[in-house]
Each structure stands twice: as structure tokens, then as C-alpha cells.
């Protein structure tokens, strides 16, 4: 074991909001007898970005907020403060450094053009002599360990996964130590409100399915529940394609999505559910799913800005509309098709879509309706509890025929609601007297 440095060591976080297998948080404990923590809620994620959506709306801004609540809850258990502005991270972060005298500020590796733009800034505020460490801390197959160069990633699904599957092993989840009680700060900063953010209070909609709060404790509360309460893992392929209630899916989505639980943990726990109860299709589907998550990140990783193009990662040349009307349309749930309606006055009162209804309604914005793909995922970006940069824009690149669709598929929305939706029971419960 390596000694530690008497300098105290500065934890940054972003999208990995907890305390449970966190290479960034383990990495600072091992090397810094203090460590101290700090995030900054960028006052521009509450403003409108280049499609007039307001970046964060209100409902993962609260998911944020609990989330941030329960971060400072746990890392206290540990001796940890976190503080927590509403600023800049280059206005706040060389302050703390200088204050504090910190020389190593870790934090999670990111990629996507904004995430680096704010590191940079930072960088750019702080003296020659103190660094950044950046750690990736968000895959479930580390990019060390996949054997494969960034550039030659597969552009097809299954021939990432067979490799990954075949030839690379998941590291175990890291064991956060505690340090010291003289490592807590006198300082303290609140959590902020919504008010503060710009946004007023709500209350939720008694028909979401997602009812959950934000942080690692509601997290890994679901997780137990979801998998050793109630088994519900063990019938999660046949639920999965579910519209209606809690638990047609496991929800993890964004509690991933902000960090604040790890794949690695829901690994590692599926595993421990097919040792003592069963092991079978199911168990494997939402590993599964979880390489879907990999893989959009690995894609985000080789393309880099072209996830964000018209063309997208295959450059296609496209005619593409951007009329407003038919955009308000398909947002406010007035399109010709009931079934995306349903879904968009789901996403537009809860924050939440389910995976089946999220790829119909892309489908039929790009597709049917032909508009800019990028306005979809603008808008999904505003309004997703579950926001994840690589998924949301890999995801509306694959549906929009210039992502990784070899086949590049069109949903029959009709053939999909009478599939999934056939008792009009989703339909009722989101269009009421509407149509019904």
C-alpha cells in the first residue's frame, strides 16, 4: 500500500454521485490522508441551448438535488464534506485549491464536447502546479481492459458484445475506506431548492412509473427490492417491453444516468441473485442491456462531436424539416397517432418514457414526421429523468437511420401500440377523455 500524501486531495464530481464503487472517491482516499469534495451546479444547464429547450428541466433537477442531499449524507458517514455552489466550476474550484491548499483534484473521465469544454476551463483557471486526475468511472467493461483500440470499435452491437463478453473480465467493485472525523470541514453548504434553480415546485403525477427519488440510498433500495424483495429480476425479459407501473422494468436508468449507481454493482448483484435464487434469460438480459449502455459510450468515445450532427456518425446527407408547429405537435402529444401521443404526455408530466415508447416516438419524429433528429433529442435531453449524452444521442442516431442500425428500421407505430398497448390500457391512462 502506498503512503499517503499529507496534502489534501479534492474530489470533483459529476455524473458519479455516490459512494459505493467509486474509482474516483477510492482513488483520493488512497493517496490523501484529507480529502474533501465539491460539486458545482453550472448555472447554464438551466438555460435554453440552441433549440430553445431548457437544458435541465424540472424533474431531474429535483432528482438531482435529492441525489446531491444523499451524497452529502453518506459522504459524512465517511468523514467526507461536500460542498455544493451554484456557480461555474472555474469560478469556484481554484478558490477551494488555493483555500485548501490542494495540488491533485480527481475527477470522472468524460468525453462529450461540453464535459471537456468545463475541464479545460477549469485547467485553464488553476496554477501550473496543481493537476487534474482523470478516471473512467462509468463502464461496466473498463477501457483498459477490452483489448481494443477506440478508433476500432465495432460499429455493430453484437460484434462489441461477443468480443466483450468472450474475452474481458468486469472488475469487482472498489471498498471505499473512512477516514478520520478531523478530515470534516467547519464549512457547510445547503443543497439549493428548485426556486433557486429557476424552477417551481411540483407535485408529482400519481400515474408516473417512476415514483422513486434521486440518490444512492433510494437506488440501492430499488435494487434490493427489484431483485431479492420481490425476484422480479428473474421475469425481466418478458416485462421489459411494459408501458404501465413500477415494475415492467428495473428503473435503474436514472440513478445510472447521474451516477449515483454503478453497472458494476448491478452486475455484481445479478450475479449474487443467480447464486442464491436462479440464474436464467432475464438475468442475463439486463447485463445485456447494460453492454447497450457501454456501447453507446464507446461509440461517443471513437465518433467524438459527430454524435451530435445532423448526419450523425454515418454523415448521411439529409433533407430534414425543423417546422415548429409540427415539432409543438409531437411534443405537446397532438400528432395523428395516439400511441405516441400517450407517450409524449407521459414524458411531458413525468419526466419518464419507457424504452419501447421512447424508440416509437423517435422513430415517428425522424420517420414519419421527418424533422431534425437533433430537436428530439434536444428536447429529450430537457426532459429526461434518465439524461445520459451517449445513450440519448446514440439511441436517436440509431432510430434516425444515421447512427448503428445496419437495417436502419422504421417503427409501424400502429403494429407496435396493437403489440405492446392492446387493451388501450397505456393509451387511457395518459390520453383520458381525449380520445376515450
Same mark, same amino acid.
Given at each position: 500500500m502506498?503512503?499517503?500524501?499529507e496534502t489534501?486531495?479534492?474530489v470533483w ?5 455516490? &459512494?459505493?464503487d467509486?474509482?474516483?472517491?477510492? &482513488? ?5 490522508k484529507?480529502?474533501?469534495a ?10 435554453n441551448?440552441s433549440?430553445?429547450f431548457?437544458k $435541465?428541466?424540472?424533474?431531474? $433537477? ?7 442531499q444523499?451524497l452529502q449524507?453518506?459522504?459524512?458517514k465517511i468523514?467526507?464534506t461536500?460542498l455544493v455552489y451554484i456557480?461555474?466550476?472555474e ?11 490542494i ?8 468525453? $462529450?464536447?461540453? +464535459?471537456v469544454?468545463i &475541464?479545460e ?5 488553476l496554477p501550473?502546479n496543481?493537476k487534474?486526475? +482523470?478516471?473512467?468511472n462509468q463502464?461496466?467493461?473498463?477501457p ?14 453484437s460484434n ?14 472498489v471498498?471505499i475506506?473512512?477516514l ?6 467547519k464549512e457547510?453548504?445547503?443543497i439549493?431548492s428548485?426556486?433557486d434553480?429557476?424552477h417551481?415546485?411540483?407535485h ?5 412509473a ?5 440518490g444512492? $440510498?433510494?437506488?440501492l ?9 420481490t ?7 418478458k ?6 407501473g413500477?415494475?415492467?422494468?428495473s ?6 444516468? !447521474?451516477? %449515483?449507481l454503478s453497472?458494476?454493482?448491478i452486475y455484481?448483484?445479478i ?10 434469460? %432475464?438475468?442475463?438480459?439486463?447485463i445485456?442491456?447494460l453492454?447497450w449502455r457501454?456501447y453507446?459510450?464507446y461509440?461517443?468515445?471513437k465518433h ?5 450532427k ?10 430534414w424539416s %425543423? ?7 409531437w411534443?405537446?402529444g397532438e ?6 401521443n400517450?407517450?409524449?404526455?407521459e414524458?411531458?408530466?413525468t ?24 430537436i ?7 426532459m429526461?429523468?434518465?439524461?445520459d449524452v451517449?445513450?440519448?444521442?446514440? !439511441?436517436?442516431?440509431y432510430?434516425?437511420g ?5 437495417r436502419?428500421r422504421k417503427?409501424n &407505430?400502429?403494429?407496435?401500440?396493437? #403489440?405492446y ?5 397505456? #393509451?387511457?391512462?395518459?390520453l ?5
Amino acid at each position: 500500500m502506498q503512503k499517503k500524501q499529507e496534502t489534501t486531495g479534492l474530489v470533483w464530481f459529476g455524473n458519479d454521485l455516490r &459512494t459505493h464503487d467509486n474509482e474516483v472517491l477510492f &482513488t483520493a482516499i488512497e493517496k490523501h490522508k484529507k480529502v474533501i469534495a465539491v460539486y458545482c451546479i453550472d448555472p447554464k444547464l438551466f438555460q435554453n441551448n440552441s433549440f430553445n429547450f431548457k437544458k $435541465t428541466e424540472v424533474f431531474r $433537477t429535483q432528482f438531482l438535488l435529492e441525489t446531491l442531499q444523499d451524497l452529502q449524507n453518506q459522504l459524512l458517514k465517511i468523514n467526507i464534506t461536500l460542498l455544493v455552489y451554484i456557480d461555474k466550476p472555474e469560478n469556484r474550484i481554484q478558490g477551494i485549491c488555493e483555500f485548501y491548499k490542494i495540488d491533485t483534484i480527481y475527477k470522472q473521465k468524460e468525453w $462529450t464536447s461540453e +464535459e471537456v469544454n468545463i &475541464t479545460e476551463s477549469v485547467k485553464d483557471s488553476l496554477p501550473s502546479n496543481i493537476k487534474i486526475e +482523470e478516471i473512467y468511472n462509468q463502464f461496466l467493461y473498463h477501457p483498459d481492459d477490452i483489448n481494443i483500440e477506440i478508433q476500432n470499435i465495432p460499429q455493430v452491437f453484437s460484434n462489441l458484445r461477443k468480443k466483450l463478453e468472450k474475452y474481458v473480465a468486469i472488475r469487482p467493485e472498489v471498498q471505499i475506506q473512512k477516514l478520520e472525523e478531523d478530515n470534516l470541514l467547519k464549512e457547510k453548504t445547503p443543497i439549493p431548492s428548485l426556486k433557486d434553480l429557476g424552477h417551481q415546485a411540483f407535485h408529482q403525477n400519481s400515474k408516473t412509473a417512476f415514483p422513486f427519488k434521486g440518490g444512492e $440510498t433510494e437506488a440501492l433500495n430499488r435494487l434490493n427490492d427489484y431483485f431479492f424483495e420481490t425476484k422480479k429480476l428473474g421475469f425481466y425479459k418478458k416485462t421489459r417491453n411494459g408501458l404501465v407501473g413500477v415494475d415492467y422494468s428495473s428503473k435503474f436508468s436514472p440513478w445510472l444516468a !447521474n451516477g %449515483s449507481l454503478s453497472a458494476r454493482t448491478i452486475y455484481w448483484n445479478i450475479k449474487k441473485f443467480e447464486q442464491v435464487e436462479y440464474k436464467n434469460q %432475464s438475468t442475463y438480459w439486463l447485463i445485456f442491456e447494460l453492454i447497450w449502455r457501454d456501447y453507446f459510450k464507446y461509440i461517443s468515445l471513437k465518433h467524438g462531436n459527430d454524435i451530435f450532427k445532423l448526419g450523425g456518425i454515418l454523415h448521411k446527407d439529409y433533407e430534414w424539416s %425543423s417546422h415548429q408547429k409540427t415539432i409543438q405537435q409531437w411534443i405537446d402529444g397532438e400528432t395523428q397517432d395516439d400511441f405516441v401521443n400517450a407517450n409524449m404526455i407521459e414524458l411531458k408530466e413525468t419526466g419518464w418514457m419507457s424504452n419501447r415508447g421512447r424508440q416509437n416516438v423517435a422513430s415517428y419524429f425522424a420517420k414519419e414526421l421527418k424533422l431534425d433528429w437533433r430537436i428530439g433529442a434536444a428536447y429529450f435531453e430537457a426532459m429526461l429523468l434518465d439524461y445520459d449524452v451517449h445513450s440519448n444521442y446514440g !439511441n436517436w442516431m440509431y432510430v434516425s437511420g444515421v447512427g448503428n442500425d445496419p437495417r436502419d428500421r422504421k417503427f409501424n &407505430t400502429q403494429v407496435q401500440a396493437e #403489440r405492446y398497448d392492446s387493451n388501450h390500457s397505456f #393509451r387511457k391512462l395518459w390520453l383520458q377523455q381525449t380520445l376515450f
